[in-house]
């Protein structure tokens, strides 16, 4: 069991991140490159557009989120509740990806815009039939706060390696050769790591009788204090890390000049230490807690991405590539929390909510979740091409959008540690109740 725990169930991270942040990451590049860019990519669609089909993509990912919750949290079938998702939706995740590389025409185009927008959709909706049911597994499978991180950390060694494989991959397929071959590599690479965790039997848990409704539940999940609280905070940090996450390779040839592999390892830096620093987070997460240790995390991101703000422009060593490499190398480390902490967080909620109302509803809390955090993903994405490059610029010359995006994302930082505060858990204390509550059954 220990070996499904702590390999079969968080391999599976590595084709998710690879996945989700190669096309995060380079979407917009490929359909709006800049102007004399070192892949010799061309225009597909309109910079204005890029955002409006990334929004269009996570809100009808957006509605699927609690579907997908609610049904896998009352699925009964033999093969458990999260299984059957992941056996039927990962052959779609997967293809669906693999088509976004490839527009309908090879200039710029309405019909591209359209195919993108299709196709975002698509993607995010399998992504969600696989990756919801696939979180609602760590509750069951990890009983106590500790593990529970442990586990989480694993998932973030499997998340970062995967993170950092396709920053250094990415920039290198596609000079080679090109972005539909880049976008079938990395889909087979992922298909095999996602078959992992459906060989993972499912513990067997106390069944509940379904209580409540799709509305009740999401309006319970809604209502639950923590849960607000540490949402509200989550959705303003991926706010400012998806900004971050689609600037990062316009900085990369727009700011500081790069050619492909310089991208690959200013973009592997970032994970690499994300990696490095992964087993001192878990140390410090079960001496201090979760809570302290996300704040100085966060802390830290956000004083990276101030000074980030000031890469490439021409005030003392500020222009120099290693001054570049240096800020976003540090700022791998405090990203290291973001990968592991969250997921732990919503299943100490879960616990919380099982002992308020007698029922567990793990999907349900990661489907809101996904719900939010993709429409503000949304916005986000809208914000940062629609707005900021499209008005401030995106080109040599004219590079004031990525900048400003950069300082955007390091005010939201701080506004997500301000709303924070108000998170109230106290994890050795939920361990002792949950303990008691289980064998009270």
């Known amino acids: ?132 049911p696939y979180l609602a597994l760590l509750p069951e499978i990890a009983k ?43 889909g087979l690479l992922s298909f095999m790591t996602l078959l992992m965790p459906i060989h993972l039997k499912e513990e067997k848990t106390t069944r509940y009788e379904n209580k409540f409704s799709i509305k009740e539940s999401f309006i319970m999940t809604l209502k639950n204090r923590e849960f607000l609280i540490y949402e509200a905070s989550n959705l ?12 990062l390779p316009y ?3 727009v700011v500081m000049g790069l050619k492909g592999f310089e991208t690959a390892l200013l973009q592997g830096l970032l994970f690499i230490d994300a990696i490095i620093i992964s087993p001192l987070i878990l140390l410090w997460i079960k001496r201090y807690g979760k809570k302290p240790v996300y704040n100085i995390s966060m802390v830290v991101f956000a004083v990276c991405l101030f000074v980030m703000y000031f890469v490439g422009k021409p005030y003392l060593f500020f222009n120099e590539k290693w001054f570049g490499f240096l800020v976003v ?47 503000v993903i949304g916005l986000s994405s809208f914000f940062t091409t629609g707005i900021l490059f499209k008005y401030f610029g995106y080109n040599v010359g004219s590079s004031h959008g990525i900048s400003l995006s950069i300082i955007t994302a390091g005010i939201c930082v701080i506004i997500g540690l301000i709303i924070f505060r108000g998170y109230s858990v106290e994890e050795g204390k939920l361990s002792e109740s949950y303990k008691e509550y289980r064998a009270s059954l």
């Open 1 to 132: 069991m220990r070996i499904k725990k702590y390999l079969m169930y968080p391999i599976a991270y590595f084709g998710i991140s690879v996945l989700m942040q190669s096309l995060v990451s380079w979407y917009a590049y490929f359909y709006a490159p800049p102007k004399d860019n070192p892949y010799g990519l061309v225009p597909l669609v309109p910079i204005g557009l890029v955002g409006i089909a990334m929004i269009i993509g996570r809100i009808v990912d957006a509605v699927t989120d609690p579907l997908v919750a609610y049904w896998s949290d009352n699925l009964k079938s033999g093969m458990g509740r999260r299984r059957p998702f992941l056996i039927f939706g990962v052959v779609p995740f997967v293809l669906s990806y693999i088509l976004v590389w490839h527009p309908m025409v090879g200039y710029e185009s309405i019909l591209n815009f359209i195919y993108l927008s299709v196709m975002l959709a698509l993607y995010f909706t399998f992504f969600t039939i696989y990756v919801a």
């Open 144 to 186: 106590d706060p500790d593990e529970r991180a442990t586990v989480s950390t694993y998932q973030s060694v499997f998340n970062t390696i995967g993170l950092l494989f396709q920053g250094v991959a990415c920039p290198i397929l596609i000079a080679q050769f090109g972005v539909q071959a880049m976008g079938i590599i990395l």
């Open 236 to 247: 303003f940090y991926w706010f400012g890390i998806n900004m971050v996450t689609i600037a």
């Open 251 to 253: 900085v990369a040839s």
């Open 329 to 375: 190398g540090l700022a791998g480390f405090p990203l290291s929390s973001v990968f592991i902490i969250p997921n732990a967080i919503i299943a100490d909620i879960t616990d919380i909510d099982e002992m308020s109302c007698g029922q567990r509803r793990e999907a349900m809390f990661f489907g809101v979740q996904g719900f939010l955090v993709k429409s």
